[in-house]
């Protein structure tokens, strides 16, 4: 990339980015957006659809990349649409709202050619890219002898850009990046960010932040700490499986998801069991974790029916360097003993809620 951009966290590198390539009509294409970033492109005026793979709408059958883009989709969309209203195709990596599942290096290879032959730019939402190159390792032929930074570039190489939030996969506490190979583009990016983040060389963070960003890309790539950190998610998601408890397999590389709709069976989609489930771990266990469905991404119809996510997911993501063994036993075992207790969650009702991330400050109650 010829020009890298610090903001102070990723979501301000998104709504730059938007601001300038979104709009009235524009849409924008992923494997699966997360919740910021759609936030973003709709308030660009834009759109975005999701096009994850078959295999990442079952979370209980396993797929080495549950987390890739269906390039049979997208090459129908193009067919029937044209290319004139796409902004960009942005792949997540690891796709977070589908799992924490990666993107193989031939499916990001396969989208680039895509994107190649209809002049459409390709963007890399990169929070965890050092995690989905470590999955493209132990997974896709050819890569076993590869090392993480190889993979990591090969990866960056196919993009035309990426977003960053550096609070995942860079080990910082604050910040982010915008990273971009069209020097016009950067020009326009940078004259925006002075408006709401701060100068272009520091984007609204302290130089203690910007050098923890620089130290943590390199130090994150280390194969010792992503196998220690994957085998812990694979650990808790395997001790889960095992008690029944539905749960997205294969593990993926930063978080545990469950599988609300398959957890609580009785709780229809218009009562969040995403959320219902979340409120019961926290309540049973003080865990702390985030719903990943019809709250998070439902929507309302012209007659304010709800119209509900994909999937009803939700996830624990595991803190770096955190959780030693005992912790992630005792998140087990609250978590298998509410789902033994799971006929006593009820369902939830929104009471208030704001026009745009209203997972973020809406406020629910119990049926």
Do not use: W
């Given at each position: 990339m010829s020009s890298i951009i610090p903001t102070h966290q990723g979501r301000a590198a998104e709504k730059i980015l938007f601001s300038i390539t979104g709009g009235k009509d524009k849409v924008f294409i992923s494997n699966t957006l997360f919740d910021t970033t759609r936030a973003n492109i709709e308030f660009s005026g834009s759109s975005g659809i999701d096009m994850i793979c078959v295999e990442g709408k079952k979370p209980?059958?396993?797929?080495?990349?549950?987390?890739?883009?269906?390039?049979?989709?997208?090459?129908?969309?193009?067919?029937?649409?044209?290319?004139?209203?796409?902004?960009?195709?942005?792949l997540t990596v690891t796709n977070n709202s589908g799992g924490g599942q990666p993107v193989s290096m031939q499916n990001i290879r396969d989208t680039k050619n895509i994107c190649s032959l209809y002049n459409i730019p390709l963007y890399i939402d990169a929070?965890?890219?050092?995690?989905?190159?470590?999955?493209?390792?132990?997974r896709e032929k050819g890569y076993e002898d590869k090392s993480i930074i190889e993979i990591a570039n090969e990866m960056f190489s196919y993009a035309d850009g990426c977003t960053m939030s550096a609070k995942k996969d860079a080990f910082a506490?604050?910040?982010?990046?915008?990273?971009?190979?069209?020097?016009?583009l950067a020009v326009k990016c940078r004259n925006l960010l002075i408006i709401t983040e701060g100068f272009p060389t520091y984007g609204g963070l302290a130089g203690r932040d910007l050098e923890a960003i620089a130290i943590g890309l390199y130090e994150v790539m280390d194969e010792h700490y992503l196998q220690y950190r994957i085998r812990s998610i694979e650990y808790i998601t395997q001790k889960l499986d095992a008690a029944g408890v539905p749960v997205m397999l294969p593990a993926g590389g930063h978080a545990v998801y469950l599988d609300a709709k398959e957890f609580l069976p009785t709780i229809p989609v218009n009562q969040y069991?995403?959320?219902?489930?979340?409120?019961a771990l926290y309540k049973k266990g003080?865990?702390?974790?985030?719903?990943?469905?019809?709250?998070?991404?439902?929507?309302?119809?012209?007659?304010?029916?709800?119209?509900?996510?994909?999937?009803?997911?939700?996830?624990?993501?595991?803190?770096r360097r955190v959780y030693t063994q005992s912790h992630i036993d005792y998140v087990a075992e609250v978590i298998i003993e509410v789902f033994n207790e799971r006929d006593q969650i009820s369902g939830l009702r929104i009471v208030e809620e704001p026009p745009v991330l209203r997972h973020f400050t809406a406020r629910l109650e119990e049926y």
């Amino acid at each position: 990339m010829s020009s890298i951009i610090p903001t102070h966290q990723g979501r301000a590198a998104e709504k730059i980015l938007f601001s300038i390539t979104g709009g009235k009509d524009k849409v924008f294409i992923s494997n699966t957006l997360f919740d910021t970033t759609r936030a973003n492109i709709e308030f660009s005026g834009s759109s975005g659809i999701d096009m994850i793979c078959v295999e990442g709408k079952k979370p209980s059958i396993p797929a080495p990349f549950k987390g890739n883009l269906d390039t049979g989709v997208l090459k129908d969309y193009i067919a029937k649409n044209g290319t004139e209203q796409i902004a960009m195709v942005l792949l997540t990596v690891t796709n977070n709202s589908g799992g924490g599942q990666p993107v193989s290096m031939q499916n990001i290879r396969d989208t680039k050619n895509i994107c190649s032959l209809y002049n459409i730019p390709l963007y890399i939402d990169a929070c965890r890219f050092a995690e989905n190159a470590y999955f493209i390792k132990l997974r896709e032929k050819g890569y076993e002898d590869k090392s993480i930074i190889e993979i990591a570039n090969e990866m960056f190489s196919y993009a035309d850009g990426c977003t960053m939030s550096a609070k995942k996969d860079a080990f910082a506490n604050i910040g982010g990046f915008l990273a971009l190979k069209d020097d016009d583009l950067a020009v326009k990016c940078r004259n925006l960010l002075i408006i709401t983040e701060g100068f272009p060389t520091y984007g609204g963070l302290a130089g203690r932040d910007l050098e923890a960003i620089a130290i943590g890309l390199y130090e994150v790539m280390d194969e010792h700490y992503l196998q220690y950190r994957i085998r812990s998610i694979e650990y808790i998601t395997q001790k889960l499986d095992a008690a029944g408890v539905p749960v997205m397999l294969p593990a993926g590389g930063h978080a545990v998801y469950l599988d609300a709709k398959e957890f609580l069976p009785t709780i229809p989609v218009n009562q969040y069991p995403g959320q219902a489930l979340v409120c019961a771990l926290y309540k049973k266990g003080g865990i702390r974790c985030v719903e990943i469905g019809s709250l998070m991404f439902g929507r309302y119809d012209h007659n304010h029916k709800l119209v509900p996510a994909a999937l009803e997911l939700v996830r624990l993501a595991i803190p770096r360097r955190v959780y030693t063994q005992s912790h992630i036993d005792y998140v087990a075992e609250v978590i298998i003993e509410v789902f033994n207790e799971r006929d006593q969650i009820s369902g939830l009702r929104i009471v208030e809620e704001p026009p745009v991330l209203r997972h973020f400050t809406a406020r629910l109650e119990e049926y």
